[in-house]
């Protein structure tokens, strides 16, 4: 949230409970500020959405490129099977309806970057209807955001305006690649919640393995449209933010925008419906110029392909076979081990986390293997700047080292020793706790002497035992100085107050 | 139908094709005489008559994901009016 | 023996396998006869040395006794076919010096079976025309001339380099696309046998687009025999093309029984409507005649849709060439004329690049598809598609194919309607209607007119059923005895 905002609740959700929103306060009264998102995802696949060049990211300019994809004369498309099967899962994992008959349109536009001179994308029949998407409010609860719709369509090449003085430079690698636009309704009510809806959106690509959710790569890229109104009062005049790629920039253009139009108001004038780009240097929105002159896409079906006409049972195959997404593990989590909500949403957000968890858990006590991976892994794996793939301990080891506390056979401390070394070495932790001699001693008779050794050492502290008990901790302390740590604080305990107390 | 000047430049410049005031007076009297012409249709009832998609009585076919093409940038750029450094060059764009 | 150059397809093939002349002495006599009919501008491109060439591999394989399907047999191919390392304009200035990295399909196919290139022959400006005028690289001339008039004919259009080819014995046969009539039309204009495919029958994949929903390679050539050899190897199933038919490519000369007894032939009366000249409507009923004595039984039938389809037609081509033609941009390839700014860039290549007759037919389709016009024009003229292919879908209920004449008139002059877009647009009324409706269609000449020029007969068929249009077709060939030969011939 910016500075300005203050918390309060209006306006309309599709589902679920009315969604919290933060009102802007201007200089004549507050303000709401209402958003849609168009995501734009990269679908996961070999070769390009008609043609069967490669899209790997950061390829040499023009390596990965097809005479489909430059739009040679008589070049056809012909469509990736693998690109539907991504959108129709994506669909169903957002609980949208899966239209079994969709059309292929040409959108007609002139861009040094779009070869044909038109996008084959889909405009009144698209491959998926209506879904939704829960967020996941700070204040703990959770407001259902509707998802408009997801169509199939190709991205455009890439222009580089800043490699020549009078040049622009076109790279077609990217043209024709797969992309599933993702439209919601203008549910969003804050910069925000804009944020929740993309991470959420963003980990359900993920779950599913139809986006990698890239945004520096590309992968992921968002258009918001934004808008502002007296609370309950109609839509205003909406301005649409293009290719923004990454959620902080989404927040901050959303951010600015909304003053921006708020002040315009303000000041007597009059929002016009027009594209902006965000700049991230200056942190302002400006009108795009090259999308100034009023366009007009002529969208006609692609007479090139046929309407695409999907098996019933094959898509419900793919609903069959679809994974544990977000929102069912983070309840499973919270049912089936007891988590409080907020640890399982964190364990949850990606798909890898979840599974190092349960593999840590399986068996033993979850809250236990819930601190240790959200704690000291989670810290360990920052530091090093990895991501959960690349943990250098494996979850059964880590599982072994919570074993390892659980039997007595270390302490918690000597358990952090223990950690640190694993994620040095991969090492097994009972390799460790044997190299280098770390089992809790838990022989009464060493633990006497140790104990013994230590009063005959402090008559002083011995005498301020019965009017200032504290001084068990010093005992405590000094015994486990004397046996490096290793003997059972629990029996250093008894064994003191025994002694002293007798 | 007819259409003036005006509505043909409007035509021409989505259509990008650069047209003289000499050419926009002549195709305003072409394109209205072509248009005029089809106005016919409009008598024929198609009340509830859906589109023609496709005369192919076929679904869709449909590709493995694999890649089978590209890696030619050579082919790519070889006809090209204006190339540099493995891209094809325009005259400078403003966004 | 007759002249190389006067043999069919058919002869020239047996010939060849016979060993009674070469495959270089074949490719010779028409090298020499395609220089001698450059008066009629055919050929844009002529590709000598290829077909050297290709007559080489040709002989070594039929020396072999391995002879292909169309081994030796030297054709010219239309200059919308994309041929690898060779140039490939569509008669366009916006395709200067563009050579492809691929080969068609169509084309691929054809060099398989062992045929060879001559060149590549004329055209209207990407194929949108009905008179080869349109050109950016001149008019074709027919090498029909009326009797006693001198005056320069048009060949008919869009395949009118073909066709002229063809008719002046320049090539043995020629490839052809027909979009609204492109290759029935000038067949029938130059004396010639055109057929146009079922839709989906030939791959278009590397035939640059006019309008993708319409477009079809086929095959003109001297016979109607000669048209279904050269169709069984232009045919068949190409998973690059999304709108090629899985189906197997039948054995189009065995159709060729020369028996038709008892075949209903359908007669469209609409087809007589308003002012149907007379020597035009007189070869049609001589054709129905000559079907009913071969055993057929004539069926008058209603095509109450047809009357619109020129108009439709007229929406949804320059719809989808408006669309298919943004690619010439000055970027990727061909013609860039420099501006200051990308626009200018555009707007100058295009002004300069497209002829008159591309930019009316862009410019038309610009609008029809524009914001506030798409539901009046492209929506409704694809709904009339929808009346036209189901009065079609009636009409084969009842019969098994279509007679009717190809085009409304015989060659005309050089110039003629060349200021009136609607009456050259005029030329297409009776190939359109199967256009719309995907059907197989065949041009045969039947006839002449009175000042002596070719007229052909059209046989239109189900769809993927050419073998009945084919049958149908020689029967009318045998009846008509089409002997006549053209004032021009080069070899
Ligand atoms: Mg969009
Ligand atoms: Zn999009």
Not at chain 1, 339 to 359: H, I, M, N, Q, S
Not at chain 2, 24 to 46: F, K, Q
């Amino acid at each position: 949230m910016g500075p300005g905002f203050r918390r309060d609740s209006g306006g309309e959700g599709v589902g679920g409970r009315p969604p919290v929103s933060a009102l802007i306060e201007g200089r004549t009264g507050a303000w709401e500020v209402v958003i849609g998102l168009e995501v734009h995802a990269q679908v996961t696949a070999e070769a390009k959405l008609f043609s069967g060049a490669a899209t790997a990211f950061g390829a040499e300019p023009n390596t990965q490129v097809s005479p489909v994809d430059a739009a040679f004369p008589g070049m056809l498309p012909v469509i990736n099977r693998h690109c539907v099967e991504q959108a129709v899962r994506t669909g169903l994992g957002l609980g949208a309806r899966i239209n079994l008959h969709s059309v292929f349109d040409r959108k007609n536009y002139f861009y040094p970057d779009l070869p044909p001179g038109y996008q084959i994308s889909q405009y009144q029949q698209p491959i998926v209807g209506q879904g939704r998407l829960v967020l996941d409010l700070p204040d703990g609860t959770t407001r259902e955001i509707g998802i408009t719709r997801l169509h199939l369509e190709q991205d455009a090449g890439k222009s580089l305006h800043d490699q020549h003085p009078g040049l622009t430079y076109v790279d077609l690698n990217r043209a024709g690649i797969g992309l599933m636009e993702i439209v919601s309704e203008p549910d969003l009510r804050s910069a925000g919640e804009a944020g929740l809806y993309l991470r959420k959106l963003r980990s359900i690509l993920r779950y599913l393995g139809t986006c990698d959710g890239n945004m520096e790569e590309g992968s992921l890229r968002c258009d918001c449209n934004v808008s502002v109104r007296r609370p309950g009062e109609p839509y205003g005049t909406r301005c649409e933010i293009k290719n923004l790629n990454s959620v902080r920039f989404v927040m901050q253009a959303i951010d600015y925008e909304a003053r921006r139009q708020i002040a315009l108001i303000e000041a007597g004038g009059a929002v016009m419906q027009e594209t902006r780009l965000y700049d991230s240097g200056r942190g302002e929105t400006r009108p795009m110029r090259s999308k100034e002159e009023a366009h007009d896409y002529r969208y006609f079906p692609d007479p090139d392909l046929l309407p695409l006409d999907l098996d019933p049972e094959w898509v419900e195959r793919l609903r069959a076979e679809l994974p544990e997404l977000p929102d069912a593990k983070k309840a499973r989590f919270v049912a089936e081990f007891g988590l409080p909500p907020a640890d399982a949403e964190v364990l949850t957000a990606e798909r890898a986390t979840a599974g190092y968890f349960e593999k840590v858990a399986a068996g033993r006590d979850p809250k236990a293997a819930a601190n240790w991976v959200m704690g000291d892994l989670f810290g360990a794996l920052n530091a090093m700047g990895l991501d959960i793939e690349a943990a250098p301990v494996a979850p059964e080891r880590l599982g072994a080292l919570i074993d390892l506390i659980a039997d007595g056979t270390i302490s918690g401390r000597i358990a952090k020793t223990v950690f640190a070394e694993m994620i040095e070495t991969g090492e097994a932790p009972e390799a460790i706790v044997d190299r280098k001699g770390l089992r809790q001693m838990s022989d009464q008779g060493a633990i006497e002497k140790a104990v013994a050794a230590a009063l005959a050492a402090h008559p002083a502290q011995v005498a301020q035992y019965q009017s200032n008990p504290k001084v068990l901790g010093f005992f405590v302390g000094q015994v486990m100085k004397a046996t490096q740590g290793k003997a059972n604080p629990a029996l250093v305990n008894r064994l003191l107050r025994e002694t002293l107390g007798g | 139908m007819a259409l003036n000047k005006e509505e043909v430049a409007h035509i021409a410049k989505l259509a990008r094709i650069r047209l003289n005031d000499a050419e926009l007076a002549a195709l305003s009297g072409e394109l209205s005489h072509i248009l005029t012409w089809v106005e016919e249709l409009r008598e024929l009832d198609t009340e509830n008559v859906p589109p023609m998609t496709s005369v192919a009585a076929m679904r869709l076919p449909m590709r493995e994901d694999i890649v089978t093409d590209g890696d030619c940038r050579d082919a790519i750029l070889g006809n090209a009016p204006q190339t540099a450094k493995g891209f094809f060059a325009v005259p400078k764009v403003v966004e | 023996m007759s002249r190389l150059t006067d043999l069919t397809l058919a002869e020239a093939r047996a010939g060849l396998r016979a060993r009674d002349f070469s495959a270089g002495e074949l490719t010779e006599a028409y090298v020499s006869a395609m220089a001698a009919a450059r008066p009629l501008n055919a050929f844009i491109t002529e590709t000598v040395d290829r077909a050297r060439a290709m007559a080489a591999e040709a002989a070594a394989r039929l020396a072999r006794g391995e002879a292909l399907p169309l081994d030796g047999i030297p054709i010219a191919v239309k200059d919308l076919f994309c041929t690898k390392g060779v140039p490939t304009t569509a008669a366009s200035h916006i395709l200067d010096g563009f050579t492809p990295p691929y080969e068609s399909t169509v084309t691929d196919k054809l060099w398989r079976a062992g045929a060879v290139l001559l060149g590549k022959t004329n055209l209207d400006e990407f194929a949108m025309g009905s008179s080869s005028t349109t050109s950016h690289y001149g008019p074709v001339e027919n090498p029909w001339r009326r009797a006693g008039d001198n005056r320069p004919l048009v060949a008919g259009g869009s395949s009118g380099g073909s066709a002229a080819a063809v008719a002046a014995h320049a090539a043995l046969a020629a490839t052809g696309t027909d979009t609204g009539g492109s290759i029935r039309q000038p067949a029938s204009f130059c004396g010639i046998v055109g057929l146009k495919p079922t839709y989906g029958r030939c791959s278009r994949w590397g035939v640059v687009a006019f309008a993708s929903s319409l477009d079809q390679p086929g095959p003109m050539a001297r016979s109607v025999r000669d048209a279904a050899i050269l169709l069984a190897a232009m045919a068949g199933h190409d998973k690059r093309d999304s709108t090629s038919a899985p189906l197997p490519v039948p054995d189009f000369e065995a159709a060729l029984s020369g028996d038709i007894r008892g075949l209903r032939v359908g007669i469209p009366k609409v087809y007589r409507a308003d002012g149907m000249a007379a020597e035009i409507e007189a070869l049609w009923r001589q054709g129905i005649a000559w079907l009913r004595e071969a055993g057929a039984e004539p069926v008058e039938i209603s095509l109450p849709t047809t009357r619109h389809a020129l108009t439709a037609y007229y929406i949804i081509a320059p719809a989808e060439a408006s669309s298919n033609l943004a690619r010439y941009d000055g970027v990727k390839f061909g013609l860039r004329v420099p501006g200051d700014s990308l626009e200018d860039m555009y707007e100058e290549t295009r002004a300069a690049g497209f002829g008159a007759e591309v930019r009316r037919r862009v410019l038309i389709g610009t609008y029809v598809l524009s914001a506030g016009y798409y539901d009046a024009y492209y929506l409704k003229a694809q709904q009339v598609r929808t009346l036209i292919a189901r009065d079609f879908a009636a009409a084969f209920e009842k019969v098994d194919c279509l007679l009717t004449p190809t085009a409304p008139s015989a060659a005309f002059a050089i110039g003629d309607h060349a200021n009136d877009p609607v009456a050259m647009y005029l030329n297409d009324v009776f190939t359109v209607p199967a256009s719309l409706a995907g059907l197989p269609a065949i041009s045969v000449p039947a006839g002449l007119s009175q000042d002596g020029l070719p007229l052909g007969l059209q046989v239109i068929g189900r769809a993927f059923d050419e073998e009945t249009v084919l049958r149908v077709g020689e029967v009318l060939e045998r009846a008509a005895q089409f002997t006549h030969r053209p004032s021009f011939i080069a070899g």
